[in-house]
């Protein structure tokens, strides 16, 4: 644990911005005052780019590296055509920073809403992986536009790519109460990688004898997710099933103003980044109705990465005690639901 935090913020657009603000207010009443939080802010996505055409200059990229930490808002506008920030910022990031886990964790708090009868225990956690799979850009097309197009998407799947997520997730489930691990994938059809993840799998949960393992076709999965969402507690999966999955997750499991994540680079050889699941939002920019507490989540996951545990405990205490007395406190602002965090952080 580190007495000194330096911080790369990336407000990005839309409620980007103001979610931030919440997620810093929230960080800053939770550390000790022997802690010192740097912080440096970075003016990336939608508006700089129509600015300036840069989506991440390299001088950006490598100044961002000398970070303990990054905390993302939101990138993204409908006035940028599609892939543009997605592809020159997101996953460049997470490419050159070879975040290889994509970590989601899914709880169902107390008096939170959820569209799923009988109100199952939902404590889960996806390790998705964030560097392979059908979202290196390992394609192309010909005769594009045309009623002849081809195009292709290749998934790409290494022996090392694969082992260091499943590692990771293994080590992950042993560290939790019910140390149990569920892969998801889709073998039966996609055999060549499917071989290689179950393999993998299997192999590597050797090592791990105190840890249950399971299978699931991705498709099942979905079904589990809906009908009995108890069964699971840490999940590993490909980038795609990963990407698709944790939305249905956050569904059932108060929305996507709740829903946390980590694009995690376990060797800590870059810095890991902490955001929400949610976009940019424009529907409601501005508006003060974005929720921050997805940021604030984030938040903590970001403290206990970096060792900061007790810290990361007391904000998921704060966020669960807020929302079990949501009712009561009425609509709020975004402001106001970062301003009761931080109190209870610090109280
Ligand atoms: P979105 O997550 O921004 O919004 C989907 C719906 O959820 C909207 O109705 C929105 O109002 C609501 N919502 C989202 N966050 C909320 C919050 N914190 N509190 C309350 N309501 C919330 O997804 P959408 O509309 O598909 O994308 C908008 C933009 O964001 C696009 O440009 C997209 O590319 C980008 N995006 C960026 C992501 C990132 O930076 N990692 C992830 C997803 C989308
Ligand atoms: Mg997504």
Do not use: C
């Amino acid at each position: 644990m580190s007495r000194s935090i330096r911080l790369a913020v990336i407000p990005g657009d839309g409620i980007g911005q103001e979610v931030v603000a919440q997620g810093l207010k929230v960080l800053s009443a939770a550390l000790p005052q022997d802690v010192k939080l740097e912080t440096r802010s970075y003016d990336l996505g939608a508006q700089r780019w129509h600015a300036t055409g840069d989506t991440l200059p390299d001088a950006e990229l490598e100044s961002l590296k000398d970070h303990d930490a990054i905390l993302l808002g939101a990138i993204g506008d409908p006035s940028v055509p599609s892939g543009v920030l997605e592809r020159g910022l997101l996953l460049k990031l997470r490419f050159a920073f070879d975040h290889y886990v994509n970590l989601r964790p899914s709880k169902l708090f107390p008096n939170t809403p959820t569209p799923l009868a009988g109100r199952p225990d939902i404590d889960f956690v996806v390790v998705r992986e964030g560097t392979e799979g059908p979202y290196v850009g390992n394609g192309g097309s010909m005769r594009t536009g045309t009623p002849d197009e081809v195009a292709t998407e290749v998934s790409l799947n290494t022996a090392h790519g694969v082992e260091r997520v499943v590692r990771d997730a293994y080590q992950r489930a042993a560290a939790r109460p019910r140390k149990k691990l569920t892969l998801v994938h889709k073998n039966n059809v996609l055999v060549h990688a499917g071989h290689l993840w179950k393999n993998t799998f299997d192999r590597v949960g050797q090592e791990y004898p105190e840890v249950t393992t399971d299978y699931l076709h991705v498709d099942a999965a979905t079904i589990f997710f809906v009908t009995q969402p108890e069964r699971f507690d840490v999940i590993v999966t490909d980038n795609l099933f990963g990407d698709i999955l944790t939305d249905l997750a956050a569904a059932v499991t108060g929305g996507i103003g709740l829903a946390a994540s980590g694009n995690i680079n376990p060797s800590g050889a870059f810095p890991s980044m902490f955001e929400p699941v949610h976009g940019s939002a424009p529907d409601i920019a501005g508006t003060g109705k974005a929720d921050p507490t997805a940021t604030v989540l984030s938040v903590a996951l970001l403290l206990s990465h970096l060792g900061h545990g007790d810290e990361a405990a007391r904000i998921e205490a704060a966020v669960a005690s807020d929302l079990a007395e949501r009712d009561a406190a009425g609509p709020r602002t975004t402001d106001e639901i970062g301003d009761a965090l931080a109190a209870r952080v610090s109280g």
